[in-house]
């Protein structure tokens, strides 16, 4: 079965800093997605980037990126010039025909 | 543009009730899925409704059952509550076609529910 790994329970960055959110999965599947989710105290899941397994270029969605290694099945996110409103907590998921989250990271930002 | 909407925003059982939870997708979305989080947790798959059939299932009980209308609003029914039914319930709606993970899903605000 698929599983996805969140190593960080929490992660703290200085505001305009950068930081990198750890996620790793195993799957015996060769298509499939990988997410990473933002849900913040309000609790409302938010997209903050996708990456298909069969591209090999990494995805970007402004501030942030990931860094995909599909032979390693390691999956991270980048956050650039962080805000205070980053803070949340930032869940990793694998998605085929089914949708499989990590436990999360809880990443805090300070001023 | 409304998003997915839930209701209620809140709500308390005991154990052995049954609990009926609502879910309006996002204006033009046909697919409905819903996910169970635990406190501390991440969302775990219940189910996923398309063209008012169940299309996928994760690993939960037959307690666990849905339901879509022909507006592609769906219900999610939890029979013989367990105390380890509290949870967050979330609903996510999306565009159906390319399997469950093909399409982005966007979340409601969830259903806090407490069995006591």
């Known amino acids: 079965a698929q599983t996805v790994t969140q190593s960080q329970p929490e992660m703290s960055v200085q505001e305009a800093e950068t930081v990198t959110l750890s996620c790793t999965y195993d799957?015996?599947?060769?298509?499939?997605?990988l997410f990473w989710y933002k849900q913040p105290p309000s609790r409302q899941m938010i997209l903050v980037i996708r990456?298909?397994?069969?591209?090999?270029q990494n995805a970007t969605e402004n501030r942030f990126s990931v860094n995909f290694q599909k032979a390693a099945k390691s999956f991270s996110l980048k956050i650039s010039d962080s805000q205070l409103g980053d803070a949340a907590m930032y869940f990793c998921?694998?998605?085929?025909?089914?949708?499989?989250f990590g436990a999360g990271t809880r990443l805090t930002v300070k001023p | 543009d409304a998003g997915v909407t839930q209701s209620p925003t809140h709500l308390i059982k005991t154990r052995g009730q049954q609990v009926t939870l609502r879910c309006s997708p996002k204006?033009?979305?046909?697919?409905v899925s819903w996910y169970q989080q635990a406190l501390g947790q991440g969302p775990q798959f219940i189910f996923q409704?398309?063209?008012?059939?169940?299309?996928q299932r994760g690993n939960f009980p037959d307690r666990f059952s849905g339901h879509q209308f022909p507006n592609y609003s769906s219900e999610l029914n939890v029979n013989a509550l367990l105390l380890g039914d509290s949870a967050l319930y979330l609903c996510?709606?999306?565009?159906?076609?390319?399997?469950?993970?093909?399409?982005?899903?966007?979340f409601g605000p969830g259903t806090r529910l407490t069995v006591l």
């Open positions: 996510a709606s999306s565009l159906g076609g390319a399997g469950l993970a093909g399409n982005e899903q966007f």
């Open positions: 799957t015996s599947e060769s298509d499939y997605y």
């Open positions: 990456q298909e397994a069969y591209k090999q």
């Open positions: 998921a694998y998605g085929d025909n089914d949708m499989r």
């Open positions: 204006s033009g979305h046909d697919t």
């Open positions: 409704y398309y063209e008012e059939e169940e299309r």
